[in-house]
């Protein structure tokens, strides 16, 4: 299946995504954590992209930032790739560290930039890495000891995230650390993660609501943000990646639940894109056309372009198990 575009312009919010190739680790020890995030801040400076919150993991890493006039891009290839060189020198490999499409969601900024910094930062503690906020506080692999003052990142732009809560010091990081607490109870928040219009629309129900009221909306798999919104963002870029889903299509997020299907059955989306025989890929490509077709009504052309296989073979699955 083709490729998106990337979507950017600078002064735009993403929420960043990288995740070692295959699933595999980013950083072995706090020599590979130190350059990680060494690199990180270097290649910020060089390219103004201002860094609001990350967090670094034991297979991927999530930031939230907003490109400077250099774009997206070159951050991440400066980033990405002087950091990849760096760690296979020091232990001995060849070959690709991170796969090869980073995700990025752009993020409009009002209704979510306080819940993706809280989201972002709370990663360690949801995953284990520390066992409480007190933990946290100290943890240096994330930007929240930053926001709060107890690990110095000139990088890392914590007076933006606290002129939120107020404008005198203390008062603000009270209050930042009172939201996170709150949404520390939240636990996985998978709107947060991606775009789409069920997540433009505010959930399932709002777009069959929307259907019913005749109504239509944009969405884009990459943008997370009102319909409004993403009408905006597409508005800057080619006509060729402007997307209007209209009430009559039930086109919703099919590459999101392939993803969240093979991660669920340990299988990469390429492996099963592919044409894998494995019984894993089969399983969870039997599912997805069943989903895709009879519950969101999908086209089998369209099926057949997200699963990597054909129309006829879209037509043998649901014949076979209907």
Known sequence: MPRGARLDTPGTLHHLMVRGIEGNRIVVDDDDRHLF????????????????????????????????EAGLSIFMRKFLTSYAILYNKRHHRHGHLFQNRYKSIICEEEPYF??????????????GLVSSLEELANYPWSGHATVINRKKR??????????????????????????????????????LTGGGLVRSAGGWSEVLSLRQRGQKQFSDERILGSGE?????????????????????????????????CEEAGIT??????????????????????????????????????????????????????
């Open 229 to 261: 919104f993403v009408k905006e963002i597409l508005d800057e870029v080619e006509e060729t990646v402007k997307t209007l889903v209209p009430d009559t299509s039930s086109k919703v997020n099919a590459m999101e639940a392939l993803e969240e299907k």
């Open 154 to 191: 000139d990088w890392q732009d914590r007076e933006y995230v606290l002129l939120y809560f107020g404008k005198r010091e203390r008062v603000a990081r009270s209050a930042y650390l009172q939201f996170v607490l709150e949404q520390s109870s939240l636990g996985k928040q998978s709107e």
């Open 37 to 68: 995030v060494s690199r990180l801040g270097i290649a910020a400076a060089a390219t103004g992209t201002k860094i609001y919150a990350w967090a670094l993991m034991t297979n991927h890493a999530h930031l939230l930032l907003k490109s400077g």
């Open 114 to 127: 306080l819940k993706l910094v809280s989201y972002i930062h709370l990663n360690p503690l949801r995953a």
């Open 269 to 322: 989306s390429q492996a099963l894109q592919s044409g894998s025989k494995r019984r894993e890929c089969t399983d969870v490509r039997k599912e997805l056309a069943h989903h895709f077709v009879l519950e969101l009504g999908l086209t089998y052309a369209d099926t057949a372009r997200v699963l990597g296989i054909s129309s006829s073979a879209v037509n043998q699955i649901l014949r076979r198990h209907s």
